[in-house]
């Protein structure tokens, strides 16, 4: 086959101060001088652009954009998603959009921009490693607002009073910190110092940065108070101190991020694409999961391929990775899984039996907000974790809401939205609602978006599964208001708000759990949206033994995937699991004792991995189907074959699968297989409803796609087969991005249900 060069349209949208200042002009004049066509227009939200060329031209304008963008112009938040093509014949300056006018009041965090870093790195300059230099352009926003209007005094900046020197820049309209609402300076800004875990001050200034960079150097595991909560830091590179780490914290295996000071260190350590390096670069600074290439402990993540690379983004954190002058764990602050600390008085309490030092700082976070987290698949960046950085900026939506709609989300990796009339505001990342803390945040997080757009909802959408905190919290305090979304429904659905879809399509969503509308646990669902929504297509249903046990007892997914393949289950799985333990869940699924039906994705290949020999236990939700995927060669090795029919029959693969570790086949070309066969089937699958109902675009959505693999593999092999694809890229693909699509849910109905 002859290897045509690829066109893609990318959709931007920038938020910021990008009207009035010659933006349009310059776009037009960057997108035309790289023979790109589409258009640009101003929105509510600042500028809306669209354009279509080849993949490398489209991504030289990507990076070329904020580089030599107008000097008048700032950049806060710029959403990039590449889409279908459409064949625009040129490029052209459209009239404003009608969007109402939902401006954007409340913007995320900033990195620290360049003039600031270079203030900061002069000598002369009076802010010379002032670890809190901001300006109009960069610095802290959404951590800081107390209530709107955004104005000092409604910040946590308000018991800081600027000095005179501060006060003229404030004032001065031509000056680069004009109305910068954060603007300080040494001597009348927030301060550091470093504490250890009795709460002794050691050291102030420039002095308790050097100390706790020499005791990360020296192996010690440190608290670092940042932008939107406490980090937990140490030496990447030593086994000791990610060890040390580890205990401390409580987690046995879950991946850790990697701080690296720039850019070519990153690529010292991991291997970095075009895509990648505008995303680590970008303004919002998130986590980007990495190929790594190895130098690093092999605790920081374990049994997996990737590293979760990000960059500095505060000038503290700036000025503690030049010091430190290696690669630094920074993991959220807090104890297992429970919401990241904010307080000075907390972290001593809650973080000492894990940090022996404590970089304090007096500038009060306002609300809590995590690391961002996405990756590049097929050139597009898809969304993990959706935090600091971008929340809360909102998505538009495609359809108008006639009144304020909150959605309170799913159960884990818990969101809040709330829509109102073209847009609508996702939240920052909660959480796991299974712990009281993070149950605590989601109340606050609830009533935090309220207030601060001073908005009462008409509707409240909570997901179906009655054992939801989010949704029984809601009932409680919305009760008659309540409207329900199934969740694979809203998956689908955010999805589909992110495109601007309403009607016409397939959705496809695959994650873990979710409560189906039959009552059982659903998770790997085909819907086709035409005039309404109907599931059309599923996994062949099994039966899982232990509730949700499954989750970290991934073999039992085995022994369920094996008696329903009619096969006998691998002499060594039995051996590595013990007798009893798989006799036990046989019976169990044999008389029906304490089982369940499920059609989860999710569970399939966690019962793959341990049919394979990946792991038959995991310390955290999804392990072994991410070893799974991180164990698979990178050639072709062929494919199992599914069956598709009116339901995606995995017997004939797991089959196969077995077949394979009986004759030795090493785990990495069963799981390249087991990915290959599943994506063909899922292609298949498409293919035939689109004959069927009409519709070519393909939506993917669901924890299950947070899968790279799976996506490069299946991505293409839709777009050969002529079908257009979408996937999540600017909410989470996991359940992050459930309260998008429960709130677009409302929009949506009144046009298609
Ligand atoms: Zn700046
Ligand atoms: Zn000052
Ligand atoms: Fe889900």
Redesign the pocket.
């Known amino acids: 086959m002859v290897q045509v060069r690829q066109m893609v349209r990318c959709r931007v949208r920038i938020t910021g101060a990008v009207q009035g200042v010659g933006f349009r002009p310059y776009i037009y004049r960057l997108a035309t001088g790289l023979m790109l066509k589409g258009w640009v227009r101003n929105t509510s939200f600042g500028v809306e652009i669209e354009v279509e060329g080849e993949r490398s031209s489209v991504e030289e304008f990507l990076r070329l954009l904020p580089e030599r963008r107008p000097p008048l112009s700032s950049i806060y938040g710029m959403d990039v998603q590449m889409l279908p093509p459409v064949g625009y014949g040129d490029f052209e300056i459209v009239e404003s959009s009608e969007e109402t006018g939902a401006r954007v009041a409340i913007l995320p965090d900033i990195a620290?921009?360049q003039?600031?870093l270079s203030e900061m790195r002069d000598p002369e300059d009076r802010r010379y490693r002032y670890p809190f230099i901001?300006?109009t352009?960069?610095?802290p926003r959404f951590t800081i607002i107390e209530r709107l209007p955004y104005d000092r005094k409604n910040t946590t900046m308000r018991t800081f009073t600027m000095c005179p020197r501060c006060l003229e820049e404030y004032n001065d309209p031509g000056n680069r910190r004009f109305h910068a609402q954060p603007n300080a300076c040494g001597e009348c800004g927030p301060q550091i110092w470093l504490e250890d875990a009795t709460g002794r001050v050691l050291a102030r200034g420039d002095e308790a940065l050097r100390a706790c960079a020499r005791a990360i150097r020296g192996g010690e595991v440190v608290a670092v108070k940042g932008l939107g909560g406490f980090h937990l830091m140490c030496l990447a590179t030593s086994d000791k101190a990610v060890g040390r780490l580890r205990e401390g914290k409580r987690r046995q295996e879950k991946p850790f991020a990697v701080m690296f000071r720039d850019v070519d260190t990153v690529e010292e350590y991991a291997y970095v694409s075009s895509e990648e390096r505008r995303v680590l670069t970008g303004v919002e600074r998130p986590i980007v999961l990495l190929r790594a290439k190895g130098g690093l402990s092999p605790l920081v993540s374990p049994n997996l391929k990737s590293v979760g690379a990000f960059l500095p983004y505060t000038p503290l954190h700036h000025l503690l990775l030049e010091e430190v002058g290696s690669p630094v764990v920074a993991t959220s602050g807090n104890l297992t899984d429970e919401p990241m600390v904010i307080d000075n008085g907390e972290a001593l309490i809650k973080l000492s039996s894990v940090a022996s030092l404590f970089l304090m700082h007096n500038r009060e976070i306002a609300r809590r907000c995590d690391d961002s987290v996405c990756f590049v698949a097929c050139g597009r960046r898809v969304m993990v974790r959706r935090a600091r950085g971008f929340a809360p900026l909102p998505v538009p939506s495609p359809l108008p809401f006639d009144r304020p709609v909150l959605a309170v989300g799913g159960h884990l990796k818990n969101t809040v939205a709330l829509a109102f009339d073209r847009a609508i505001y996702v939240f920052q990342h909660v959480g796991d609602l299974e712990h009281a803390e993070a149950a605590d945040f989601f109340r606050e997080a609830v009533e935090d978006v309220l207030s601060l757009f001073g908005v009462e909802p008409g509707v409240v959408v909570v997901d179906r599964h009655p054992g939801y905190y989010s949704r029984r919290y809601a009932i409680e305090r919305f009760g008659d208001r309540i409207v329900e979304v199934q969740h694979h429904v809203a998956h689908v659905l955010s999805c589909a708000c992110e495109a601007g879809l309403e009607d016409g399509f397939i959705g496809v969503a695959l994650d873990g759990t979710g409560y189906g509308d039959d009552g059982s646990v659903w998770g790997g669902e085909l819907f086709v949206v035409k005039g309404g929504l109907r599931r059309v297509m599923h996994l062949l249903p099994f039966r899982l033994a232990g509730g949700d046990r499954a989750v970290l007892e991934p073999y039992r997914s085995a022994v369920s995937l094996a008696m329903g393949a009619g096969v006998a289950l691998p002499g060594r799985l039995v051996e590595r699991v013990g007798g009893l333990r798989v006799t036990l869940v046989a019976q169990m699924l044999e008389r029906g004792i304490n089982t369940f039906t499920t059609t989860s994705a999710g569970r399939l290949f966690d019962g793959a991995s341990s049919l394979a020999g990946v792991r038959d236990f995991a310390t955290y939700e999804a392990q072994a189907a991410m070893e799974f995927e991180h164990a698979a060669v990178d050639e072709e090795v062929g494919a199992y074959p599914f069956k598709v029919s009116s339901v995606i029959d995995w017997r004939p693969a797991i089959a196969r699968l077995v077949e394979d570790v009986e004759k030795g086949v090493p785990a990495g070309v069963i799981s390249r297989r087991f990915h290959a066969g599943f994506a063909k089937a899922l292609c298949d699958a498409c293919l035939g409803l689109s004959g069927e109902f009409g519709v070519d675009r393909v939506l993917l959505s669901g924890g299950v796609f947070q899968n790279r693999l799976l996506l490069e593999l299946l991505m293409p092999l839709l777009e050969a087969s002529g079908l257009r694809v979408y996937v999540n890229q600017l909410v989470p693909v996991n359940d992050g991005g459930v309260s998008l699509g429960q709130a677009y849910y409302v929009a949506w109905r009144g046009r298609c249900a």
Request: charged content about 10%; some cysteine; hydrophobic content about 0%.
């Open positions: 620290t921009c003039e600031c901001n300006c352009n960069c610095g």
